[in-house]
């Protein structure tokens, strides 16, 4: 730079500056950035040689060094006249700065117009693979999301399913062998009873990721869902956690359905991760059907091989495992194809616990195909059997059990009833009752313990399924004769003595009736032994009088029979009263009885000796009884109906080894005939009758209780007493004979005593009126209905036994 240019004026150059253009070329740039209008309004401009005006900023940055001297110098182009133009600023934007003008204030700018870039070209498949995108990312998380949510919002059951809880209430003889099951076939068991090797081939056949599974199987549930989805069958793939699940829970039907299937999944998983794996193992193996109506693998080791689960050998719980999926092929292998199957489904379990490393290969190698037992296709309720469930059943719900408590509870049930005794009664009523007679003939037995009420055994009929009604329990009828015992009791109980005399004579008339003895047989004074042994009408007519019928009514009651059969229809006010023109059961007759065999103690009859529920609890029936009368009273009237079966109309009841005491019952007409006997350790009454009410016809027999019901009380006796020793009655208050039998020892009887029924002859049909003769008036109604109907009309019947050649 020369001198000259240096030493301009200072003045000269703010001339200049003033009058010379602030604008710069277009093209050139500020590199500190300040060439906004901050710095061209708050900036010195620095002076340029040739008078230009230079930014104080280019001067900073060393622009105006870089100014050649050997460039011509360009004028700038003169400043427009003041006004005529705002003042311009500098864009600050990256590009080249581009001059706008600044309008004056209250005026409002255009913003520039951006130049518009060109429009990249995409490829149409990208497109179409974002929009795929977006749509498979919309598939997966909603679906997702959704199952987090029902996750949430699916609470596991509080409470189990009632039939998933269901169990068969058991009844057992009282040795504790079973004698029957009722209701759902499922008996739970703790998995402990379940052997290990059964555990792993339940698990080999449905589930062999069960200890390492979630609880759910997501293949098998997807390959479920898919098939619902494209229109298929709804599939399985359910783990054993699912199944539990389903067949456990309440709130979860059995319904094939996409719904209930996600709901199960859902529970499933919560209980995998809060249950134990051996609960639910335990509860699946109590829940699940295994065919042949059992609900359990208890029940079914019982119906597939007639053992507990705790006996089954590793290729039959193998076996039952199979059966789960097919359980209706398992049932029945009679079938080729169904064998076939079974069979391969077996192997398929066997190969699955070598894989899993349960058993060995040589082990697997020499398992043979366990073939099951038989099914037993019999009605549970055949025979016998029936008749004791509605017994039990009847108890139970006098001890407050429901019918569903009963069903379905579960309750183990053991009864007082001993399946010898029960085999003897069968065989005594069937293997007595003459060939070709009429079905509506009815036989019952009962059998009691007199020291307990508990009835060891009975015979109600030959098959439940064929006749409901009970002869032994249902069916109430004139006791006739058999009732003169409490009439005796209720004597000797009021003072009365074995010595004392009545008059038995034939044709007494009482307020108005006249009472006849059987043939018209004519005793004179006897006591109260002969009364009782020759079973005479007119005698305990005497009696009745004597004491009072309500005293008789009192003694009755204490002995088990209810007040509502001694008064219907007014029959204890009637003088034909002692001679048993109400209505009893078989059952009443029995326990009454055991009462003199338990020398004057009453003990309720009852057929269960205990009952256990679900929960463990257990009640017993009470076995205290109650005193009636005194020991005296019981041994004195014992050893009256003593004499009935040593010499009286029960000598067909004798037995060949012991004392045996007992009263034959027969009503007018023969419409009804029993036989009530008892030894020390034993009381049992057998009655025969019809169940339309109508006299009866025996073939071989009469019609009289000392024939048939003897038999068939004297061939039970014979089998019940064979393992009980020998026991003597007690002595009574007075001895008008000596004992046949000697207490220490049992001894043959002084003379022969039939063991079997002597034949009477007998009318070819049924007689159409009464069995005394035509001229000689007959009294009173033959009896009530078997079917539990009182007596109707007044009761003015007599009554007389026979079926002894020196009897009436």
Partial sequence: MSEKDAGVDAGEIAMQSESAPTSEPSGASNSGGAGGPEAAAGQEDAADPRGVAVPAQAVESGAADRHDATRPDIPPPARPPAGSLPPVVFDESPSAMTAVHALPEGEKSEPPKKQKKPKKQRSRRAKWLRRATYVLGVLILLPVAAFIVAYLLTPVPSSAQPQAVKEASVFYYDDGSVLLRTGTNRQPVPLSQVPKQVRDAVISAE??????????????????????????????????????????????????????????????????????????????????????????????????????????????????????????????????????????????????????????????????????????????????????YELVKAELRRMGYTDDQIAKGGLKVRTTLNKDLMADAKEAVEGAMPAGVSKKVMAGLVSVDPSTGEINAFYGGKNYLDQQLNAAFDAKVQPGSGFKPYVLAAALNDGMSL????????????????????????????????????????????????????????????????????????????????????????????????????????????????????????????????????KQVARDATYAMQKVVDNGTGTNASLPDRNAAGKTGTTSSGHQVWFNGFIPQLAASVGVFRTDNKALSLPGYSVYGGDLPAKIWHDYLVQADKDMPVKSFGDPSVNLDQPQYPTYAPVQPRWPRPTFSRPRTTPASPPSGPASPPSRPTHGPTGGPPTGGQPTGQPTGHGGDGGDPNSM
């Fill in 499 to 630: 010595d004392d005399y009545v008059d038995g004579s034939n044709a007494q008339t009482f307020g108005g009736t006249t009472i006849h003895n059987d043939e018209d047989e004519d005793f004179g004074m006897v006591n109260l032994v002969t009364a009782t042994e020759k079973s005479i009408n007119t005698a305990y007519i005497n009696i009745a009088q004597k004491i009072g019928n309500d005293k008789v009514t009192k003694m009755a009651e204490k002995l088990g029979i209810p007040e509502s059969q001694l008064t219907a229809n007014g029959a204890n006010t009637a003088v034909t009263y002692p001679l048993g023109v109400i209505d009893v059961s078989v059952e009443q007759q029995a326990a009454a009885y055991a009462a003199f065999a338990s020398e004057g103690v009453y003990h309720a009859p009852h057929v269960i000796k205990w009952v256990t529920d679900r929960d463990d609890k257990k009640r017993t029936q009470p076995t205290d009884g109650t005193r009636v009368f005194s």
């Fill in 207 to 388: 589930n062999r990721s069960f200890y390492s599974d979630p609880g759910v199987s997501f293949k098998g549930t997807a390959r479920a869902f898919w098939a619902t989805a494209t229109g298929g069958s709804l599939q399985g793939g359910s783990t054993i956690t699912q199944q539990m699940v389903r067949n456990y829970y309440s709130g979860l039907s059995q319904d094939r359905t996409a719904s209930r299937k996600l709901k199960e999944i859902m529970i499933a998983l919560k209980v995998g991760r809060e249950k134990d794996k051996s609960w639910i193992l335990q509860q699946y193996l109590n829940t699940i059907y295994f065919g042949r109506g059992a609900y359990s693998i208890e029940s079914a080791a019982q119906a597939y091989y007639g053992k507990d689960v705790q006996k089954l050998t590793p290729a039959e719980g193998a076996y039952l495992a199979a059966a789960i999926q097919v359980p209706t092929y398992a049932s029945d292998l009679s079938s080729s194809s169904a064998l076939q199957y079974m069979q391969a489904r077996w192997r398929y379990v066997v190969d699955g616990m070598v894989q899993m490393k349960r058993i060995t290969p040589q082990e697997a190698a020499v398992m043979r195909f366990p073939t099951p037992i038989k099914p037993n296709l019999k009605n549970p309720y055949k025979g016998a059997k029936g008749y004791v």
